[in-house]
């Protein structure tokens, strides 16, 4: 399967400069980049329908004056939980950085600057389409794994930090592993730890360098720039690994530095000199939002955990009257053979998926519903879904879901292209 990009602008300048990125990135990883299919968005009638209908893998969102239709548009993508598949990467205008701030909510891979699209767009496509399998549509294969696993290699770049993040927590936020409260956390402190491992790591620089530097008007992208392109740094790494489960998430992140002694380090908040500091919060931070923060002896590699605390899933539009079922774990949701009369929305918990007694894979909020197959091609149950923690589902009845499709007909394509992916899926699992 190809991805499928949409980019939003009126410029035609803009937009050849954004093809040409597009296609120079594609032709240096194409080894590890599905081929890319761009529609040019010149309408919002134009952004509305494809969302809606064609639920594309990316949408490229150039903004050079205020539009308040689009940012209607993106906050009703934003209020409806069938289209949060979609990785929204947003362009804006220099000198206007109130559109960050009216997007905040939005399910947004990055941002950037519209005068940085030269040396950071191309940075940002790679990181979100090369890592799509790892943070994007959930396969079956990956719901059989019981623990996620994976790891990120990368360069001195702090402009990379933000959109590695902004990855992994949209991703997470989307999948239903976590709630808003908990994506703030993570943020903050991978954000930190992140930056730490780069400056204090791999580049060297000491506290009293960088407070001598800072206090003199210097910025510290740039002092990282001067000390990453050193001879002795140039070939250090960041190796960002995580590692998620039913209860937990963690992330461990190593430098290539020599370390430090972590178990001196001292930040008090209510001191008057520590709170002047113009750096030196980051681990106190870290340390405040995460369930717990380790590091190895030498200190070079720090692992970061957080407690699972997922929410509910929103309602679909046009489903809100319909009330939640609430499921224990160990309960039976259906049998195999069983007569198919409804359609399960998943809004809370993980379900074991059986067929002849055996558990072929798991389904949560991200997977959005249950049962859709015999459902719709009116057989029997093909498998028995049992509840593997406590959850919440919205049984809908053939007849109810039917009157939604006719007034939201783009539910229904949603739903067939789930079915597809399931299908394709299962048969790759098949041949494999």
């Known amino acids: 399967m190809g991805l499928q990009l949409g980019v939003v602008t009126e410029n035609r300048a803009l937009l050849q400069q954004i093809l040409t990125i597009l ?7 194409k080894k590890h980049i599905d081929p890319i299919s761009v529609v040019h968005l010149k309408s919002h009638s134009m952004v509305n329908d494809y969302v809606k209908y064609e639920f594309p893998d990316y949408l490229l969102i150039c903004i050079e004056k205020k539009d308040s239709a689009l940012i209607d548009i993106l906050r009703q993508i934003n209020q409806d939980p069938w289209l949060h598949s979609t990785g929204i990467i947003i362009i804006y205008p220099d000198d206007n950085n109130e559109y960050k701030i009216q997007f905040e909510n939005l399910s947004v891979l990055s941002y950037l600057n519209i005068n940085e699209i030269n040396y950071q767009l191309s940075k940002i496509l790679k990181i979100v389409m090369i890592n799509k399998s790892s943070f994007g549509k959930k396969s079956i294969l990956q719901s059989l794994m019981k623990h996620k696993t994976g790891e990120f290699i990368l360069e001195n770049d702090p402009s990379v930090v933000t959109s590695y993040v902004n990855i992994i927590t949209t991703s997470l936020l989307n999948e239903k592993d976590i709630n808003p409260n908990t994506e703030n956390s993570i943020r903050i402190t991978l ?8 400056e204090h790591g791999n580049c060297d620089i000491s506290f009293d360098e960088k407070s001598t530097f800072l206090n003199n008007g210097g910025n510290i992208n740039e002092l990282i720039k001067q000390k990453a392109s050193h001879e002795n740094n140039l070939h250090k790494k960041i190796y960002f690994s995580y590692k998620y489960t039913d209860t937990e998430i963690s992330f461990t992140i190593r430098d290539c530095g020599k370390g430090f002694n972590h178990k001196k380090l001292n930040y008090n908040p209510e001191s008057e000199d520590d709170l002047s500091r113009l750096h030196g919060r980051g681990i106190f931070l870290s340390k405040h939002f995460a369930a717990d923060i380790s ?8 692992t970061a955990r957080f407690i699972k605390d997922t929410n509910s899933s929103k309602k679909p539009i046009g489903f809100e009257k319909l009330q939640p079922k609430h499921i224990e774990a160990g309960e039976v949701v259906f049998n195999q053979n069983d007569k198919s009369n409804h359609l399960y929305y998943i809004q809370k918990g993980i379900y074991s998926v059986l067929v002849n007694n055996k558990v072929v894979a798991e389904l949560n909020a991200s997977d959005t519903f249950l049962g859709e197959m015999s459902f719709l091609l009116n057989n029997k149950r093909v498998a028995t879904i049992k509840a593997k923690t406590s959850g919440t589902l919205i049984e809908i009845p053939k007849s109810i879901f039917i009157d939604i499709i006719k007034k939201y007909p783009n539910y229904g394509l949603f739903l067939s292209k789930l079915l597809a992916i399931r299908l394709e899926k299962m048969n790759e699992l098949k041949t494999s």
């Open 295 to 302: 590091y190895n002896d030498i200190g070079n590699e720090v």
């Open 191 to 198: 954000t930190e730890l992140l930056m730490n491992a780069i």
């Open 23 to 29: 296609n120079n990135v594609y032709i240096e990883n």
